[in-house]
């Protein structure tokens, strides 16, 4: 049987300039092309910026991020589109369908065949993936991966074009079963609905020597370990609160974003600057080191799909302590993974550790619970559901003509 031909289409995936934007997304489509079953050209747009001056932060990041690159052998497209502001979340979709378009347009024309569009985050990416998919003739599969299809919703634009573009997609994936239950409440067939959740690459994230990792870290007390954005969402300022509440621990943060100097400052205000550290971004290559030192990760975040960092730190022996959010108890369900808080508040945070702490677990227990949570289920998840849409799909394969109608 013939590989399946896809377009992954997302703005969530790594670049050159963000090499952990969206790591999600690649490392679910990596495992799905070792099966040898598909291959895919990713398109990736960026939003347009005409300045790669450094002054310019994230945004000029955007500029400097290649047109085109290869990552280990995948080739990335990326076109740009306008972000404007205070009306982008209602434009978004539109914009974002005009760039793609000609870029999937040229790939066409030059002879690219594509069996199915697999489209990632339902606002604005898989709108303009349907989109696509009725200009191009290709039957589109989208996921859905978290305040896509759980927050957005709350505002009525982004809402109306969920309920259509979930009605005219011809495959929906949801990542956990919470996210299942949100597509179906904005109007999606349960029948229509596959939830595959994320896996984890158990031989990146593993146990490495915990006495080397802490003395190369320079770790004395109990360690806690905060990863992801710094961004509200993730909740780092609750974990950073809730260190007053537990002295004798130290609490290492990873990650960047626009919180960095909000998240120093209550640090200083409380004196934590002894035990709390900011070490930014770090390589997806570097994180088992972390968490093979920590004792415990602790996850604040107000909302997730499915939270990857629980099993890449479980992974690696690391039990967790996680807030009560939905998606979250899907992904530790057994005392060896750790504990869900009471609530996701300083105190409720303070309370998980205290309880993790009082009743240590296993770390190889904790692997070998993570080691239930590959990717081949996933895989095989993907597979069948392509093969299933594309059996049934009464759309016809996009052709070089009509690339050539886009492009004029």
């Not at 709108?127 to 709350?154: C, E, K, M, Y």
């Not at 590959?374 to 299933?388: I, K």
Request: charged share 20%.
């Amino acid at each position: 049987m013939a590989p399946l031909q896809l377009l992954t289409y997302t703005t969530l995936f790594p670049n050159a300039e963000r090499p952990n934007h969206g790591i999600f997304v690649e490392n679910r489509l990596r495992d799905l092309l070792r099966s040898g079953q598909a291959e895919s050209v990713v398109l990736a747009p960026v939003p347009f910026f005409p300045s790669a001056n450094p002054c310019f932060g994230e945004w000029g990041r955007h500029a400097k991020v290649p047109r085109s690159e290869a990552r280990a052998g995948l080739i990335v497209h990326h076109p740009r589109f306008p972000v404007i502001p205070k009306v982008g979340m209602s434009l978004a979709p539109w914009l974002l369908y005009q760039a793609s378009a000609r870029a999937l347009g040229r790939m066409l024309a030059q002879g690219r065949r594509f069996d199915l569009i697999d489209a990632h985050y339902f606002y604005p990416d898989g709108i303009a993936a349907v989109w696509l998919g009725q200009r191009f003739g290709l039957p589109v599969v989208v996921t859905a991966r978290g305040s896509d299809v759980t927050q957005l919703p709350n505002y009525p634009i982004p809402r109306r074009l969920l309920r259509q573009a979930i009605q005219e997609a011809d495959g929906l994936i949801a990542v956990s079963a919470a996210l299942r239950t949100a597509l179906v409440g904005l109007g999606a067939d349960p029948t229509k609905v596959e939830v595959l959740r994320n896996g984890v690459d158990t031989t990146l994230f593993r146990p490495i020597d915990r006495n080397a990792a802490r003395s190369e870290l320079g770790l004395s007390r109990p360690t806690l370990i905060s990863v992801g954005l710094l961004v509200e969402r993730k909740g780092h300022h609750r974990v950073i609160e809730a260190m007053r509440l537990l002295p004798d621990h130290e609490l290492l943060i990873l990650g960047e974003g626009g919180e960095r100097a909000r998240l120093q400052g209550l640090i200083d205000r409380h004196g934590l600057g002894d035990r709390v550290r900011l070490l930014g971004s770090r390589p997806h290559a570097e994180l088992p080191l972390f968490y093979s030192a920590a004792d415990a990760l602790v996850l604040a975040s107000s909302r997730e799909g499915w939270a990857n960092v629980l099993l890449e730190a479980m992974a690696c022996g690391t039990p967790v302590v996680a807030s009560p959010i939905p998606g979250n108890p899907e992904v530790v369900r057994g005392p060896e993974a750790g504990v869900i808080a009471p609530e996701n508040s300083p105190d409720g945070i303070a309370a998980g550790v205290r309880t993790l702490f009082a009743a240590p677990r296993d770390r190889l227990a904790t692997r070998a619970y993570a080691e239930r949570f590959g990717w081949a289920a996933t895989t095989e998840g993907q597979l069948a559901l392509f093969r299933r849409v594309l059996g049934g799909a009464s759309t016809s394969a996009a052709t070089p003509a009509d690339a050539a109608r886009v492009l004029v």
